[in-house]
């Protein structure tokens, strides 16, 4: 398995251009998340989902969208980046059940000038 | 509301001394607490989790509902213990559940 899986590793963005990060995950677990890691600030969840066609915002949703066609995939979506959306963000993902332990994506680092 | 403190950004210690990263909760359920560490390069991935009462790598965290801490311990500290820490809490909904994060603690084992 390849666990979670996040595409891209680092992008550059200008001002006011639009991006997708992608997120797969191969274990088949219902649960989904978008986190932000910004210096000293520690992950702040974005937007999360519970299965398929289900998503819901949490703490620090505004400037990004995300949608869950499928289980495998939950994409984040930047419609017009700002300097404040540099950060690194983090994707993760759980099974239904179990220990409750998050399995991590690698992480994508994006930078907006 | 739900909380997770951690007072610490950053602790250095010597190798072979004791470790103490300090973990405070606020949170009106029962609560479900975990330690997740990111070494250099690497991504985050869990450590320990309070409901499992286990020792991993040396590390042993306890549950102090009375304190509503979470602090994680380890007797010796090794240079590979150096890492970002973060506790983080459940929070269940009715159909959700999600992790809240501390800030997190920079560990740096200093040889």
């Known amino acids: 398995n390849a666990g979670v899986t996040q595409t891209p590793k680092f992008r550059i963005l200008k001002i006011g251009q639009s991006m997708t990060l992608q997120c797969a995950q191969d274990m088949n677990h219902n649960y989904m998340y978008w986190y932000r890691q910004d210096p000293g600030m520690g992950l702040k969840l974005i937007y999360y989902?519970?299965?398929?066609?289900?998503?819901d915002k949490g703490e620090v949703p505004n400037g990004y969208n995300v949608s869950r066609s499928t289980t495998e995939d939950f994409p984040l979506r930047l419609e017009l980046a700002a300097p404040s959306q540099t950060s690194v963000y983090f994707c993760?993902?759980?099974?239904?059940?179990?220990?409750?332990?998050?399995?991590f994506g690698e992480g994508s680092r994006l930078t907006v000038l | 509301a739900q909380r997770v403190t951690q007072p610490e950004k950053l602790l250095s210690v010597f190798k072979g001394a004791p470790v103490e990263l300090k973990c405070n909760y606020s949170?009106?359920?029962?609560?479900?607490l975990f330690w997740y560490v990111q070494y250099s390069r690497q991504r985050l991935q869990l450590l320990l989790r309070?409901?499992s009462r286990e020792s991993i790598k040396g590390f042993t965290a306890d549950l102090n509902k009375g304190e509503t801490s979470f602090h994680l311990k380890k007797p010796f500290a090794q240079e590979e213990d150096s890492a970002m820490y973060y506790c983080?809490?459940?929070?269940?909904?009715?159909?959700?559940?999600?992790?809240?994060f501390g800030k997190g603690t920079k560990l740096s084992v200093i040889p």
């Open positions: 983080a809490l459940i929070m269940r909904g009715a159909g959700s559940y999600q992790l809240t």
């Open positions: 989902s519970v299965g398929a066609g289900i998503t």
């Open positions: 993760a993902s759980k099974g239904q059940g179990g220990t409750g332990e998050l399995f």
């Open positions: 949170y009106s359920g029962s609560p479900e």
């Open positions: 309070h409901i």
